[in-house]
């Protein structure tokens, strides 16, 4: 079965401290992995994705295929961090399947 | 910048009562996807449009849901009767998978439904 799972319903950080929101996907083709974001009051939107290996707001995101992990990582969390993070499986068919989302709350 | 439109923002409505929610997805996209979030989880799909076709709606609870894309446009997603359990966020997101974007779905602000 397609699972995205994400252990962390909150992580809080402090500010300045490294940040990594662990996910784990169990998909028997080759998927394709997301990390959305929800900021306070605003719309779900895409923050990156994996085919692109691009680093988005300071946050980077490696593919283990071994490990089934897409874990997302920033060396210094800011305050603006703070939001709900939802990893994500895109399939062949176009049908995204999301995690649960963690909570991360910087603090000062 | 283009954006996905929903409305209503907010919805309350009393049990066996019909509900209807509007999504006017970014000029141009072909996929257009409702999605139901309940506090606390992640986003889950109940349909998906393919221009006016329903691509997949295995997930949307038939007996009481209905969706659609009459001209591949705006979409509408109509809920008859309501039950409580239906309290929920109503996403709507569309894309159009280009080289680029690879699938990338752009959400609207979802409409918040209370069934009293």
């Known amino acids: 079965a397609q699972r995205v799972t994400q252990p962390e319903k909150l992580l809080s950080v402090f500010k300045g401290a490294p940040v990594e929101l662990k996910c784990n996907y169990s998909?028997?083709?080759?998927?394709?992995l997301f990390w959305y974001v929800q900021y306070s009051r605003q719309r779900l939107q895409l923050l990156l994705r994996?085919?692109s290996r691009e680093s988005i707001k300071g946050f980077t995101a490696d593919l283990n295929k071994g490990e089934t992990s897409f874990h997302l990582k920033k060396p210094f969390a800011q305050e603006e961090d703070s939001a709900m993070y939802y990893c994500?499986?895109?399939?062949?068919?176009?049908?995204?399947?999301f995690g649960k989302g963690t909570r991360l709350h910087i603090l000062p | 910048e283009a954006e996905v439109a929903q409305s209503p923002r907010y919805k309350i409505t009393e049990k066996s009562q019909a509900v209807a929610f509007w999504c006017d997805p970014i000029s141009g996209h072909a996929t257009l996807y409702w999605y139901r979030q309940i506090l606390g989880q992640g986003p889950e799909l109940l349909v998906q449009?393919?221009?006016?076709?329903?691509?997949?709606d295995s997930q949307l609870p038939k007996d009481r849901f209905s969706a659609e894309r009459l001209k591949g446009v705006d979409s509408t997603l109509k809920i008859q009767p309501a039950e409580l359990g239906d309290s929920a966020m109503y996403l709507c997101?569309?894309?159009?998978?280009?080289?680029?974007?690879?699938?990338?779905?752009?959400f609207g602000p979802g409409t918040r439904l209370t069934v009293l």
């Open positions: 449009f393919q221009d006016e076709s329903v691509v997949d």
């Open positions: 994500a499986l895109s399939r062949r068919d176009d049908k995204i399947i």
């Open positions: 994996h085919i």
């Open positions: 997101a569309s894309s159009s998978p280009t080289a680029v974007s690879y699938n990338e779905q752009f």
């Open positions: 998909y028997s083709g080759s998927p394709e």
